[in-house]
């Protein structure tokens, strides 16, 4: 429906789905404006949906993109790229640089694009909630983080949190990040290389002394989805363990995100042998290591990106604010247990307060504004469990969204290559 507003979006587009939100760093973006979001109370399940603005298919030869202006790990990106039809189109949200020689040079911008986006995205939901209908979901906020919109769709019982990104998609891999492939990996082997490197994405996000309406982040969102295929189950416990205890704990100041946890798992992937990262019983061990690599990285400020190494990810941060956190990390490190019930305790207090949220619902006598005289929360709750199942029970698999902008009721998914 946006796409038909301007037709600025590809007709043909294909939206990657990522389980979690971004402000729990499923792809790297680090915005101190995102709103906090309770779940229980605000939202049940959350996702991330990134949504190409526009599309580069580069067939062979690496992307080089423009990058002398940028940090690294970022870039601007000129729409010298691109045919003139899409110049045309996508001027008004581009920056303007005058050459000597009298060229002009269109920049990308990541926040005149999200402005746009926005305020599309929010004709579409007006016109939907004029004009209900049955099966659609109900919009309960529609709020815009920085560069990121945050909408709460209610459906059926449920209500589902969708963290929307604005991007820029490229198939092939990035000239910068091209040494990195010649290096040794644990996924040698299990996948192949055309999987890990099937393409990237540059997201609206700026470093931290960077021009924010110009500059982009890379995201390698596509290749850690394949990557996690490689990932012993038991690590995976111990990440999403060690993201439970410090996702509060290191919030602020701002410093640590799942996202640097997450590299840091990648680079111990590469660093210890194989026959151990497999032992099923290792969790614990795991977890601990996860919280020393931490500490490691902390008290050293080092953390490399792991696609492209030459980028610290925490050369930023003041000596004050590393060492507040590698001490509350110490105290996690002497009795993790309690730490790990803590935050048990309060995953199990937001399921009873999502399970007293949707029994009040299920007694209200209030109709939904979405209703038609039926009971459409039956077939729509099925919807968003089918989602949910079908995210959950695909553990590092690709999983993409198709909507055919003249029939927006019918979506369907791809998971690696399977359809549904």
Same mark, same amino acid.
């Given at each position: 429906?946006?796409?038909?507003?301007?037709?600025?979006?590809?007709?043909?587009?294909?939206?990657?789905?990522?389980?979690?939100?971004?402000?729990?760093?499923?792809?790297?973006?680090?915005?101190?404006?995102?709103?906090?979001?309770?779940?229980?109370?605000?939202?049940?399940?959350?996702?991330?949906?990134?949504?190409?603005?526009?599309?580069?298919?580069?067939?062979?030869?690496?992307?080089?993109?423009?990058?002398?202006?940028?940090?690294?790990?970022?870039?601007?990106?000129?729409?010298?790229?691109?045919?003139?039809?899409?110049?045309?189109?996508?001027?008004?949200?581009?920056?303007?640089?005058?050459?000597?020689?009298?060229?002009?040079?269109?920049?990308? *911008?990541?926040?005149?694009? $999200?402005?746009?986006?926005?305020?599309? @995205?929010? #004709?579409? &939901?007006?016109?939907?909630? +004029?004009?209900?209908?049955?099966?659609?979901?109900?919009?309960?906020?529609?709020?815009?983080?920085?560069?990121?919109?945050?909408?709460?769709?209610?459906?059926?019982?449920?209500?589902?949190?969708?963290?929307?990104?604005?991007?820029?998609?490229?198939?092939?891999?990035?000239?910068?990040?091209?040494?990195?492939?010649?290096?040794?990996?644990?996924?040698?082997?299990?996948?192949?290389?055309?999987?890990?490197?099937?393409?990237?994405?540059?997201?609206?996000?700026?470093?931290?002394?960077?021009?924010?309406?110009?500059?982009?982040?890379?995201?390698?969102?596509?290749?850690?989805?394949?990557?996690?295929?490689?990932?012993? *189950?038991?690590?995976?416990? $111990?990440?999403?363990?060690?993201?439970? @205890?410090? #996702?509060? &704990?290191?919030?602020?100041? +701002?410093?640590?995100?799942?996202?640097?946890?997450?590299?840091?798992?990648?680079?111990?992937?590469?660093?210890?042998?194989?026959?151990?990262?497999?032992?099923?019983?290792?969790?614990?061990?795991?977890?601990?290591?996860?919280?020393?690599?931490?500490?490691?990285?902390?008290?050293?400020?080092?953390?490399?990106?792991?696609?492209?190494?030459?980028?610290?990810?925490?050369?930023?941060?003041?000596?004050?604010?590393?060492?507040?956190?590698?001490?509350?990390?110490?105290?996690?490190?002497?009795?993790?247990?309690?730490?790990?019930?803590?935050?048990?305790?309060?995953?199990?207090?937001?399921?009873?307060?999502?399970?007293?949220?949707?029994?009040?619902?299920?007694?209200?006598?209030?109709?939904?504004?979405?209703?038609?005289?039926?009971?459409?929360?039956?077939?729509?709750?099925?919807?968003?469990?089918?989602?949910?199942?079908?995210?959950?029970?695909?553990?590092?698999?690709?999983?993409?969204?198709?909507?055919?902008?003249?029939?927006?009721?019918?979506?369907?998914?791809?998971?690696?290559?399977?359809?549904?």
């Amino acid at each position: 429906m946006v796409q038909k507003l301007d037709q600025k979006l590809p007709v043909a587009n294909e939206y990657l789905l990522l389980s979690g939100g971004v402000r729990e760093g499923v792809v790297d973006l680090d915005l101190d404006e995102l709103n906090v979001y309770a779940r229980g109370t605000d939202y049940d399940m959350d996702f991330t949906l990134l949504v190409p603005a526009l599309k580069l298919h580069d067939r062979n030869q690496p992307v080089t993109l423009d990058m002398r202006h940028s940090a690294l790990c970022h870039s601007w990106l000129s729409l010298r790229l691109f045919d003139e039809g899409t110049i045309s189109k996508w001027k008004d949200c581009c920056t303007i640089v005058d050459h000597i020689n009298g060229a002009t040079n269109y920049f990308f *911008s990541p926040t005149k694009v $999200a402005d746009w986006f926005y305020d599309s @995205i929010s #004709i579409v &939901l007006s016109e939907i909630q +004029k004009k209900p209908q049955r099966g659609m979901p109900k919009v309960e906020k529609v709020e815009k983080n920085g560069t990121i919109i945050s909408v709460i769709l209610g459906v059926g019982s449920s209500r589902m949190l969708y963290d929307i990104v604005p991007v820029v998609s490229f198939k092939g891999w990035p000239a910068v990040a091209q040494s990195w492939l010649m290096e040794n990996h644990f996924w040698d082997g299990k996948i192949t290389e055309e999987e890990v490197i099937s393409g990237f994405y540059l997201v609206p996000a700026c470093s931290y002394k960077g021009k924010k309406d110009n500059e982009w982040r890379l995201s390698f969102a596509r290749s850690e989805v394949q990557l996690k295929k490689c990932i012993s *189950s038991s690590l995976m416990q $111990a990440y999403q363990a060690c993201k439970a @205890i410090i #996702i509060k &704990l290191l919030s602020r100041p +701002k410093a640590i995100s799942p996202y640097h946890l997450r590299s840091m798992m990648l680079w111990a992937c590469d660093r210890l042998p194989a026959s151990y990262l497999a032992q099923e019983d290792y969790a614990a061990h795991f977890l601990l290591g996860l919280i020393d690599d931490l500490q490691h990285c902390l008290v050293n400020k080092m953390c490399p990106n792991y696609f492209i190494p030459q980028c610290n990810m925490l050369e930023h941060l003041s000596e004050e604010t590393v060492m507040l956190h590698a001490r509350k990390l110490s105290s996690v490190r002497s009795d993790p247990a309690e730490h790990l019930r803590t935050a048990i305790e309060h995953v199990k207090a937001a399921n009873r307060l999502t399970l007293e949220l949707q029994r009040r619902g299920s007694t209200s006598s209030i109709p939904s504004p979405q209703s038609d005289g039926g009971d459409p929360n039956q077939p729509d709750d099925r919807l968003a469990k089918k989602l949910q199942q079908l995210v959950t029970e695909n553990p590092g698999k690709s999983i993409s969204v198709f909507i055919n902008p003249d029939d927006v009721t019918r979506p369907h998914f791809r998971i690696d290559d399977k359809f549904f």
